[in-house]
């Protein structure tokens, strides 16, 4: 079962799921806060070709957060920096990489941001509260 779910890749020794290269979009974690998107795109781009490079900036310091999105033209050219990048230095600090997927905003089936009229009782009663 285990053969089901992990490949071994171009190197015998190390195994990886599958679901590493789901995605042409990787998050980048740990990024110096004196990175920009051009020094990421010339550290990326050895990989393959880079499309876009989004830094996450905090907006009181007016600097990057720590993190980054760096979007891939394919599957394959982000999976190859994933193997080769992450745990490596860029810009002085070491990176830590993951894919990314896209996450469905305001899905219907997640609840309300304002419950007031309901509360949550343990045993799957609902207590309707009046509206001040």
């Given at each position: 079962?285990l053969?089901?779910l992990l490949?071994?890749?171009?190197?015998?020794s190390?195994?990886f799921s599958?679901?590493?290269?789901?995605?042409?979009?990787l998050?980048v974690?740990?990024i110096?806060?004196?990175?920009?998107?051009?020094t990421?795109t010339q550290?990326?781009s050895?990989?393959?070709?880079?499309?876009?490079?989004d830094?996450v900036?905090?907006?009181?310091?007016c600097?990057?957060?720590?993190?980054?999105?760096?979007?891939?033209?394919s599957?394959e050219?982000a999976?190859k920096?994933?193997?080769?990048?992450?745990?490596?230095?860029?810009?002085?600090r070491?990176?830590i990489?993951?894919?990314?997927?896209?996450?469905k905003?305001?899905?219907?089936?997640s609840?309300?941001?304002h419950?007031?009229?309901?509360?949550e009782?343990?045993?799957?009663?609902?207590v309707v509260?009046?509206?001040s």
């Open positions: 079962m053969n089901h490949y071994r890749s171009h190197t015998p190390l195994l599958r679901t590493f290269s789901s995605s042409s979009t998050f974690k740990g110096s806060f004196s990175s920009t998107e051009e990421l550290a990326f050895q990989y393959g070709r880079v499309l876009g490079v830094v900036m905090d907006e009181v310091r600097r990057p957060k720590g993190f980054a999105y760096v979007t891939f033209s599957k050219e999976a920096a994933l193997l080769e990048l992450n745990g490596q230095l860029v810009d002085g070491v990176v990489l993951d894919t990314t997927k896209a996450v905003q305001n899905r219907p089936d609840k309300p941001k419950a007031d009229a309901v509360e009782v343990p045993n799957s009663q609902h509260t009046p509206e």
